[in-house]
């Protein structure tokens, strides 16, 4: 049966150039498109670990051979993004520092990485007119209004307080000293670039907000599969503990509130916005589920319970253990406190995909 979009127009096979192909989100998405969709894919990364098993080995083709090509770059410093963005209909940009371990300890390294090094494929789409889907983040939202009542207030259970809305909720970082919000920051400013190049140039643009997107690949093991002193994301910050047998640490006490979503129902919702360009334009997309939200010591609780059951080991004598953000991440660091997405806008213009979530 031939594809078709949600209005029901046939979907005519596209050239997409993924910058960041070779990631956790990337590696998914290219999945994605090979087994599911007509679509080429110019996967553009320094590294290619992640999406290996998708590249063609000389000896067997795979059922999408020709479908995906890896060109190994980086968008720093090399003169052919340009030609592989005008080779493209669509350009994906992916490519980041995006662990917060690193936002206060190499917030030079983040800003240009979110902001100064994302210019020119933002720049390349507009003058040549091609469509470009742009991933931020749930962090340019920053802290809740809620988050500056009084703890005993009853208006920090209103959602009016708390539910980040893209085309309402203001954007509340900490002062310049609070390095942490220099990816939040330079992620704010790429996006109003990106907004700007929409208004004044024509560019057309999808911007996807992603609350914490979770699965297979995400990160690394410090000292299995990266450096054995980097600090990835919770997801793998808690692994590591459990399988090293140590307590796992909860920053600041873990009182701080995450919704997570599984990477592959997130990914439907990328499929959505690539497919339906007539809907996704001109739009700024939470992708989260506001359904399943937890504390960090929450999840902590979780994964020990899960980790027994799998492993058949019993739980250590002290699973868990408190630690300050300063002794964890250094100066500079701070967090948000909440993060649940306002649905409202996806829903109504790529339904089909919340429906099933919700
Ligand atoms: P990731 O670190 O796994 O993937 C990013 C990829 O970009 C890496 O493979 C990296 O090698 C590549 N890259 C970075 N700089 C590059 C450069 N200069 N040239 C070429 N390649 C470069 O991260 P991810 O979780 O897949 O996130 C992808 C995007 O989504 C990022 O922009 C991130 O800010 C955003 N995001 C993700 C989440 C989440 O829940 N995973 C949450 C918020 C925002
Ligand atoms: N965190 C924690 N212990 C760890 C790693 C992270 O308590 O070992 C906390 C961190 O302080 C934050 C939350 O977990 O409150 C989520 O952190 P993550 O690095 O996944 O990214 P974020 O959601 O803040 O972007």
């Known amino acids: 049966?031939?594809?078709?979009?949600?209005?029901?127009?046939?979907?005519?096979?596209?050239?997409?150039?993924?910058?960041?192909?070779?990631?956790?989100?990337?590696?998914?998405?290219?999945?994605?498109?090979?087994?599911?969709?007509?679509?080429?894919v110019l996967a553009l990364d320094v590294y290619s670990d992640?999406?290996?098993?998708?590249?063609?080995?000389?000896?067997?083709?795979?059922?999408?051979?020709?479908?995906?090509?890896?060109?190994?770059?980086n968008i720093k410093h090399d003169s052919r993004l340009e030609g592989l963005i005008?080779?493209?209909?669509l350009t994906i940009n992916l490519a980041a520092i995006c662990t917060p371990a690193d936002y206060n300890?190499?917030?030079?390294?983040?800003?240009?990485?979110?902001?100064?090094?994302?210019?020119?494929?933002?720049?390349?789409?507009?003058?040549?007119?091609?469509?470009?889907?742009?991933?931020?983040?749930?962090?340019?939202?920053?802290?809740?209004?809620?988050a500056f009542l009084p703890k005993d207030s009853p208006l920090r259970k209103d959602p009016a307080y708390y539910v980040l809305k893209e085309d309402e909720s203001p954007c509340i970082f900490g002062s310049i000293e609070k390095q942490r919000w220099s990816y939040a920051c330079a992620k704010q400013l790429i996006e109003r670039l990106i907004f700007a190049e929409g208004a004044e140039n024509g560019l057309e643009f999808t911007i996807v907000r992603p609350f914490n997107w979770i699965g297979p690949r995400m990160d690394f093991i410090p000292g299995i599969d990266g450096p054995s002193?980097?600090?990835?994301?919770?997801?793998?910050?808690?692994?590591?503990?459990l399988l090293r047998g140590?307590?796992?640490?909860?920053?600041?006490?873990?009182?701080?509130?995450?919704?997570?979503?599984?990477?592959?129902?997130?990914?439907?919702?990328?499929?959505?916005?690539?497919?339906?360009?007539?809907?996704?334009?001109?739009?700024?997309?939470?992708v989260g589920n506001p359904n399943n939200e937890v504390t960090v010591r929450q999840l902590a609780e979780i994964m020990i319970q899960v980790y027994s059951?799998?492993?058949?080991?019993?739980?250590a004598e002290t699973p868990t253990i408190d630690v300050s953000s300063k002794e964890f991440y250094g100066e500079g660091y701070d967090d948000s406190d909440k993060r649940i997405p306002d649905m409202t806008i996806i829903n109504k213009q790529l339904g089909r995909f919340t429906q099933s979530l919700i």
């Open 1 to 40: 049966m031939a594809r078709v979009d949600l209005d029901g127009n046939p979907i005519k096979p596209l050239t997409i150039c993924m910058i960041g192909a070779g990631g956790f989100i990337g590696s998914h998405l290219c999945e994605k498109l090979m087994s599911e969709t007509p679509h080429t």
């Open 86 to 89: 005008k080779m493209a209909d």
């Open 309 to 315: 059951k799998v492993s058949g080991e019993q739980t």
């Open 105 to 146: 300890t190499r917030p030079l390294d983040t800003i240009y990485s979110n902001f100064i090094d994302a210019l020119p494929v933002v720049k390349y789409c507009s003058e040549n007119n091609k469509r470009l889907i742009h991933f931020s983040t749930c962090e340019v939202y920053g802290k809740t209004i809620g």
């Open 246 to 286: 140590e307590p796992l640490k909860l920053v600041d006490g873990g009182q701080s509130q995450r919704t997570f979503i599984y990477i592959k129902d997130a990914i439907e919702a990328v499929l959505l916005m690539i497919e339906n360009p007539a809907r996704a334009n001109g739009h700024i997309f939470n």
């Open 229 to 241: 002193e980097g600090v990835p994301r919770v997801l793998a910050c808690f692994s590591n503990n």
């Open 50 to 73: 992640k999406i290996k098993h998708l590249l063609d080995p000389a000896d067997s083709p795979l059922p999408w051979a020709g479908r995906i090509t890896f060109h190994r770059l």
